[in-house]
């Protein structure tokens, strides 16, 4: 499972630009918005777009869910409920790096 977090997290370093939002808080919005609604593209579930940033969340997602089905063969394969677990493990894993286990000051700046 750590290996399949790892090959759908470096995808996201390399290609995203919106893991790099300037705040935790829109960061956190953002990661959690962005991958439920990938884990829900790749899973065929509903996905919600009531919102206008519900609406740009899946965009990203479906982009992202695109790329995960093109590249990495076995998100095709597994089923939806290991699925599920990478995705959760991949949420966490990009939380730490992009929040949690951030070096970036700014992030926590109450006045930015």
């Known amino acids: ?5 790892a090959q ?3 995808y996201i370093m390399k290609n995203c630009l919106w893991q790099f939002h300037s705040r935790a808080w829109d960061r956190k919005d953002q990661n959690e918005g962005i991958l439920t609604k ?3 593209l790749l899973c065929d579930e509903k996905v919600e ?4 940033a519900d609406r740009c969340y899946w ?10 089905r093109e ?7 597994i089923s939806k409920a290991e699925l599920k677990e990478v995705m959760k ?10 929040i949690t ?6 992030l926590k700046d109450p006045h930015y």
Not at 1 to 5: A, F, L, P, V
Not at 49 to 52: Q, S
Not at 59 to 68: F, S, T
Not at 89 to 98: M, P, S
């Open 89 to 98: 493990g991949l949420k966490e894993r990009i939380d730490f790096v992009t």
């Open 101 to 106: 286990g951030s070096l970036n000051l700014e």
């Open 71 to 77: 590249r990495f063969p076995w998100v095709n394969e």
């Open 1 to 5: 499972m750590k290996e399949k977090i």
């Open 59 to 68: 965009v990203d997602a479906v982009c992202l869910a695109e790329a995960y």
């Open 49 to 52: 777009v009531e919102t206008p």
């Open 8 to 10: 759908l997290e470096d």
């Open 38 to 40: 990938t884990m829900q």
